[in-house]
């Protein structure tokens, strides 16, 4: 069983179409960060939320952490062939350096 | 300031050799994890490392794998008698001393195939 489960696991779309991809835990996390990963390459770091309830925006890629901060998500508006992708996520909990992360969604964007 | 550099991008190995992965983090990084991934799946922790220092290898299988990060040089990851099933892609990342939330910043990885 992962402690972060990420939903949908695959998902394909046409270009310009808005999505959302989820992170969720029964369990807390004191930060959680998101990381896009192409074919070939290591993941990248995208973002991190350490607020309950925070939002932030990177250009046209919003990521919400849940007030109880156990979920997270990442919607992205007018999706472009170059956000393909494996999207990860990852949490830290309190007192534990170690990252936990979640089997990622595979993001393709059709032009 | 240069990234987390991995090398080499990819080897081939066969069975029962070595196979030796090198990682060097990122200028003024002195934590260094390693992770395996597998085709189409998410990232496995196998061990974190400071200088000099092995933190936590939970991850790493018993037999035949060990890491090293020595005070000089890169970050090693060493698989003795490699078999088909350690064909995977390994990531190298590095944090900072006081890394804020924990934040990695990975290398480009290196695919090992085992033939």
């Known amino acids: ?111 | 300031n240069a990234g987390v550099m991995q090398n080499p991008r990819h080897l081939v190995r066969r069975r029962g050799q070595e196979a030796r992965l090198r990682c060097s983090p990122m200028k003024g990084h002195s934590h260094v994890y390693w992770y395996r991934q597998l085709p189409e799946e998410g990232l496995k922790f196998m061990v974190y490392l400071q200088k000099e220092n092995i933190i936590d290898e939970s991850g790493m299988p018993k037999e035949r794998f060990s890491a090293e990060f020595p005070k000089e040089g890169p970050s090693i990851l060493r698989i003795q008698q490699v078999v088909r099933g350690d064909s995977a892609a390994y990531f190298c990342a590095s944090s900072p001393p006081s890394g804020e939330w924990g934040e990695q910043y990975f290398g480009p990885g290196t695919r090992l195939t085992v033939t």
């Open chain 1, 1 to 111: 069983t992962q402690l972060l489960e990420q939903s949908p696991q695959f998902l394909s779309i046409q270009e310009g179409e808005n999505l959302t991809v989820y992170c969720n835990s029964s369990s807390v996390f004191s930060s959680l960060q998101w990381y896009r990963q192409e074919p070939g390459e290591g993941p990248v770091l995208l973002v991190t939320v350490v607020t309950g309830g925070e939002v932030k925006k990177l250009k046209r890629l919003t990521f919400q952490f849940g007030d109880a901060r156990k979920d997270s998500s990442l919607h992205i508006t007018a999706a472009q062939p170059g956000d393909t992708g494996l999207y990860l996520c990852a949490g830290h909990m309190d007192s534990n350096y170690q990252l936990i992360w979640g089997a990622g969604t595979k993001l393709i964007i059709k032009p």
